[in-house]
Structure formats: structure tokens, C-alpha cells
């Protein structure tokens, strides 16, 4: 069965709806199994996955002298892999007072775990806690709740068949260890980004008012409708509450419901050789303004608990290899990182290492390094070089051969990217690395820059090495399968409305390319938005929409706006879900 692709910019709950039915009857039919199922009925309940909640079968029960696990430990049970306590040592702010924007360079000891070791261009998947107040927004909401900080259990009303008849036991959720509801809201539950349509089903049968239970059903419905007011508000669970006070939300609803806070990776910008014990993360703090900068301020989830944590204190985090984005094997190979913004962080990483080698050992007897060459961005000089001292230290011992620095915001300069460095400043330099001297090349940073920054590089062998457009575009793949093409990228990171406006309005067309619209009625406007019109489901069209932001990416990117996702996936350095979006 074809693999089925989603936009999160728009129609992705609709587009796996669409797929999940076509995939689960191929299933029963390679595997010849179903013959007697009614496939409307399966449909409706594999697209409803927990539709059987109901305040009846759940409960929460007091656990009597329990006292809560470490987080560490809660994590590694609720994510099924080892999570490791780091204490924090420092936090930096890299940027100038009056550059009005935060870079953080955050010191973290690993307490000589043995599974923290890691090697330059791995990654740190942090796990982050949810802000104070938003977490009392939604405690505040809660019906019939116990005390937010007591530690309960909550438990399973479960029916077994006998010989006997059925047999209903209250069993022990496995979903989360003994805990206070606060700590669960706060460090194991994502209340930040939107609702999934699913929970605002739940929402609905709990709302007491027809009218926000009307406008619940239809954004439950995970349309065009729900696409819109996710995109457009991009509510949090506390801010749902919130618009919708009717709402009498039993705390079991939450517990079982919400989705787990996901951990945010970063692009690890230390070397252990440097700094041995010890693990550094770059990171831009998120902050921007929700509806088009209107709606209330967001937070980065990660980022800004990096930024509010004191000294000593605990983060959970495991460290994730990058295979593919190490040091060449050969250090005589030359070698070009190209990293804007916080895409520097990983390069850092790398430029300590080499300092680390061409300063230790025997002179006589040290192997012959190749010229590394980095290509950073950023807005001005004075503010935002955030490794400026750094990268010169290292072009003095003899780690960078050359540093070169685009400015997109210099007073009185022209504005000046990577993607400008490379064609119009050292194309020869590119060209001759690639091709004399099988170098590599790495990229780290958003998506959008790294794929201009890849057109650059197949217009730079046209022009210096002489290939038609199809050859360079084939040498450069060939670059990547080889692995000397490197990319560690963020998800979507959108930096104005422009942008913003322009890849949303690209997404809906490709989304309204396999829409079939009938007729059309009004619906009640959800709270802040017009009318909108309620359509139908999609057609037999395929969709084939790339996904706009891959999971397990780094966040480390340097800009925000009203759409920046800041933790994600998506997104290892930082904020994205992944994605990298920092959240």
C-alpha cells in the first residue's frame, strides 16, 4: 500500500484519517483476515482510539506514604528508554544586551554517566517541564480533582470474559507512575500545543453549554475547520479551557487523553576531549506572539525552562548518536560547515575537537590536518556573532583555516546569507574542495536555508565546474549517498507572516487539490474566528504532500514568529515537536 504523507501545515489529521481506512482494509486483505468485520465500523473505531472513555472507568486513587519516583526515572518508564539526570553547571546568554533577542549556551555535568558519552555532531534530547502558570490554569479547571499535589494513582476499570460471565476489575494505569496531578500537567503531559481533534471530542461531551459544545464537535471533527482555528490561534490547552467555560473537565479525562511532553533535541556543541564529563547546547530562546502577533505570547516550552532553571539543578536528557553527521574518518580530508544562527551549534563541536588534536601529541608525529572552513550567519556583527572570540581562538591554534561571516542585518551593508558566501565569495574555494580534494560539506540549520544552500552548490559546480544543471544535481546526490554531504536540519521555521502566509497558502492548495467540496453549511464560529463552512471528506485522490517537519530534528534555530512550533518534534535543537519547530 502506498505510504501515505501529511502537511502539518494543513490537512494532516484529515489526510491520515483518509489513509489509515485505506491501509487497515490492504491489510486485511494481504494478510486475509477481517472477512467478517463491517469495515465502516472498524474505520470508525481505528480512528477513535480511546472513544471508550467515560468518567465511569477511570478513576484516581489516593497512594497512601508514596512519594513520586525521580522524574528521571518516571521518564525513562513513560518513554520506554533510559533517561539520564544532568545537573546544570552554567547558563550564557551569547547575544549583546541590546540585540533584544536570547541565545543561550547552557553547561550541563554529566555525572560521569557512561551513557552520556557521545561524539561531535550527536545529539541531547532534553526533557523539558511545562510553565507554572499553565499548568495552574488548567489545575484550576479540573472538576472534582483532588489535591493537586497529593499522589495518587489512577486505575482502569477493565472486563474480562469468564466461563462465569464478565468479570470487571479496577487494574493499575501503566501509563504513568504514582504521581501529583501537578507533576504529571508539568512534566510528563504536552498542555502547549493545540488539542488533537480526538480530546476536543472528549471536550465537547463534557461542555454544559450548546453552544461550545456545537463549536467543540466541529473542530473534533478535524477538518478544514479544525486546520484553520489550530493555524490561526494556535491555542493551548489552558487557553481552550479558557474560551470554552462550561467545561467541567475531570482530571482522569487529562491523564488518560493528553499527549506525553515529547523531548526536544539540540545539536550537541561540545567536545568531550575539551571538556571532558561536560555536554553544551546552544539554544535560541523561543518566544513570539500567537494570530499573527495579536494572540497572547507563547513560550518556547524547552527553551525557556533552560532559561529559568538555576544552578544544580536536574535535567533529564539521553544523548542520541548522529551517524552521519561526524568528523570525516581522515582528518586529512578538508572540510566546509555552513551554519547560521544556532546552526553553528554542532560546528562548535567540531572546531574544539580539532583544537584538541592539533594541540596534543608528539608535533613530529601528528598526522597532517585538512583546512576546515566555516560559513556562519547572522544579523549583525556586533549583537549576534555569538562565537565570534571563540572561532578566532580557533583560527589561531590552527583548528578553523578561514572563517567567514554573512550579515543580513548590518547597518549600512548590503544584505549578505551563507547561500551569497558560497556563490559569490569563495565558489572556487567550494569547487575545488569537492572536486580536488574529495572534501565534505555539512549544513546544519532550518530547512528552507539548508535547501537554498544545496541549489547553491549545484549552481556553483555549473559555474566553477563546468556541468550541466542535471550533472551537478546528480553530483551532489551523489555527495549525500556517499556521505560527504552532510545535514543536520530543522524542521519549518517561520520567520515572518510573509513566510508564514506563503508556505500556509501553499500547503491549502496542495491539500484542496484532493478535497472534493459538496455543498456547503455554516457552522458556529469558534471563539475570536468568522464563520468558516464545514466540508466534506476528502476524495480518492492520494495525497502526496511532503511533510513539512520531520520529528527527530534538531532545534537550535535562531528565529521565531507567530507560527514557530518551539519544541515539536520538531525540531535537535530545541523547541520543534520535532519537527524542529522549538517546540
Known sequence: YKMGEGDELCGQEESFRKWAKGVFKAACDTFCVGDDLNMNEASTTLLNSDSTWSADKFRLI?????????????????????????????????????????????????????????????????????????????????DNAPDPDSIVDMEVLQEKQTPLGAIRTWMTSERLPPCSLRTALSRYFDITSPPAPQLLQHLAAQATDEDEKKELEVLGKGDSRYEDWKFE?????????????????????????????????????SSQRMYPGEIHATVA??????????????????????????????????????????????????????????????????????????STGDPQSRPKYGQMTLVFGCRQSKTDDIYKHETSQAKEDGALTEVYTALSREPGVPKTYVQNVILEQIPQKVCDLLLKHNGHFYVCGDVSMAADVCNTLEAVMEKEGGMTAKNAKDFVDKLKDCNRYHEDIFGVTLRTQEVTDRVRSAARKNWMRVKRLRPSTVVPPARGLSPVRESSSLSSTPMSTPSATPSATPANSPYSSPLHRPDPAVLANGDLPVLHIDE
Open 62 to 142: 489516593p497512594t497512601e506514604g508514596a512519594t513520586e519516583c525521580n522524574i528521571w526515572e518516571g521518564l525513562s518508564k513513560v518513554h520506554s528508554r533510559n533517561v539520564v539526570p544532568c545537573r546544570l553547571i552554567s547558563r550564557e546568554n551569547l547575544q549583546a544586551p541590546e540585540s533584544g533577542r536570547e541565545t543561550i549556551l547552557v553547561r550541563l555535568d554529566s555525572q560521569g554517566s557512561d551513557d552520556l558519552h557521545y561524539a561531535p555532531g550527536d545529539h541531547l534530547a532534553i526533557y523539558p517541564a511545562n510553565e507554572d502558570h499553565l499548568v495552574q490554569a488548567v489545575l484550576g479547571r479540573l
Open 233 to 269: 490561534r494556535t491555542p493551548n490547552l489552558a487557553e481552550v479551557l479558557e474560551d470554552y467555560p462550561s467545561l467541567k473537565v475531570a482530571p482522569t479525562l487529562l491523564l488518560s487523553q493528553l499527549s506525553f511532553l515529547q523531548q526536544r533535541y539540540y545539536s550537541i556543541s
Open 285 to 358: 530562546v523561543v518566544k513570539f506572539a500567537t494570530q499573527g502577533g495579536v494572540g497572547p505570547i507563547h513560550n518556547g516550552v524547552c527553551s525557556s525552562w533552560l532559561n529559568r532553571l538555576e544552578k544544580d539543578e536536574i535535567v533529564p536528557c539521553f544523548v542520541k548518536a548522529a551517524q552521519s553527521f561526524h568528523l570525516p574518518e581522515d582528518p586529512s580530508v578538508p572540510m566546509m560547515m555552513v551554519g547560521p544562527g544556532t546552526g553553528i551549534a554542532p560546528f562548535r563541536s567540531f572546531w574544539q575537537h580539532r583544537q584538541m588534536e592539533v
